[in-house]
Every structure is written in C-alpha cells, then in structure tokens.
C-alpha cells in the first residue's frame, strides 16, 4: 500500500535522491509543488512535480521506484497533481517526455481535461 501526500521541505533531499538514482534532471524547489509516494515504513518511492505560472504547470520528474511499479503510484500521483492543477482552476498541465512515452500513451491521465 502507498501513500501520495504532499511533500514537504523535509522531503526535498528524498525526492532530489530517487531522481539522481533515475538519472532525471535535478529538482527545482523554487516555484514548484511536488507529490511524493510512500510507503508503510515511509520511505519515498516516487514523486512527481510541477512548475507553474497562473496559466499553466509543467509536470516534472514524475519517477516511480522500481519495487512500486505496476501498482498504480504513476497514475496515483499523476492524478494528484491534475488535481491540484483544477483545484487552483489552471487551464493547462504540459507533460514532455524523452524516456518515459510508453507510460503517457498507456496512462488515461494524458489525455485528461482540466
């Protein structure tokens, strides 16, 4: 079981830790939300970002450990953070991908209307 929650300053350096271990792009903490996924001992095992503006977000680094996946923590946490972005009546969240296109085209959440 895992739980998506908000992440905290306290999470900064466990979030910056599973991208490093993904060999994604360095978390930006500035102007940015982040969601974490843990798990029953608390241990972070995926997260996922946005950097925003007022009309729309970029969703970053969304990265799921390998033990977590194929038990919904992508999705989980993609579908936070869309929920977030209504929430906060953004029009638009952009997603680019180099690597990671397979799990896009098989998620619903791409194609998701704000």
């Known amino acids: 079981m895992y739980t ?3 992440a905290t300053p306290a999470d ?3 979030i910056a830790d599973i991208i490093a271990q993904h060999h994604m792009v360095a ?3 500035g102007a940015s939300s982040w969601w974490v996924a843990c798990d029953q001992r608390d241990a972070v095992c995926g997260t996922i970002g946005a950097e925003y503006s007022t009309t ?3 969703l970053r680094s969304a ?3 390998q033990q977590a996946r194929g038990h919904g ?3 989980a946490l993609t579908r936070r953070l869309i ?3 209504r929430h906060q009546h953004i029009p638009a969240v952009y997603c680019f991908s180099t690597d990671a296109g397979d799990f896009w085209q098989r998620s619903e959440e791409h194609t998701s209307e704000l």
Request: hydrophobic fraction near 60%; avoid cysteine.
């Open 56 to 58: 729309a977000w970029l």
């Open 63 to 65: 990265v799921v450990a």
């Open 73 to 75: 923590v992508g999705g």
């Open 83 to 85: 929920h977030a972005a």
């Open 4 to 6: 998506i929650r908000n």
């Open 27 to 29: 978390p930006v903490f």
């Open 12 to 14: 900064e350096a466990r």
